[in-house]
């Protein structure tokens, strides 16, 4: 039986919603990023790492998908309902 298809463990969640809510969160964590650049009074081409690196996964997803990629290693959770990119990823999300 493949990891997927495992009981209990996320197999009932289809790889394209997983897919979907992975394309949602680097497009929410790059928007974010962003608007936090802004903010700060430079700007989103000046260069450097951003202060952003955790956040709230976008709420059209439930959160069984979000367990379900913590669980794969997709994401980290940072605790209190955050999620950030494993290793070095936030900078290219």
Same mark, same amino acid.
């Given at each position: 039986? #493949? *990891?997927?298809?495992?009981? +209990?463990?996320? +197999?009932?969640?289809?790889? *394209? =919603?997983?897919?979907? #809510?992975?394309?949602?969160?680097?497009?929410?964590?790059?928007?974010? #990023?962003? &608007?936090? &650049?802004?903010?700060? $009074?430079? +700007?989103?081409?000046? $260069?450097? #790492?951003?202060? =952003?690196?955790?956040?709230?996964?976008? &709420?059209?997803?439930?959160? *069984? =998908?979000? &367990?379900?990629?913590?669980?794969? $290693?997709?994401?980290?959770?940072? +605790?209190?309902?955050?999620?950030?990119?494993?290793?070095?990823?936030?900078?290219?999300?």
């Amino acid at each position: 039986m #493949a *990891e997927q298809e495992q009981p +209990g463990q996320g +197999g009932n969640i289809p790889p *394209e =919603v997983l897919k979907n #809510a992975m394309k949602a969160f680097k497009k929410r964590l790059k928007l974010t #990023a962003l &608007d936090d &650049d802004s903010r700060l $009074g430079r +700007g989103p081409f000046s $260069g450097g #790492a951003t202060g =952003v690196f955790a956040i709230r996964p976008p &709420d059209q997803f439930p959160a *069984e =998908v979000w &367990d379900e990629l913590h669980r794969q $290693g997709k994401l980290r959770s940072s +605790g209190h309902g955050l999620y950030e990119m494993p290793g070095g990823e936030q900078d290219r999300a």
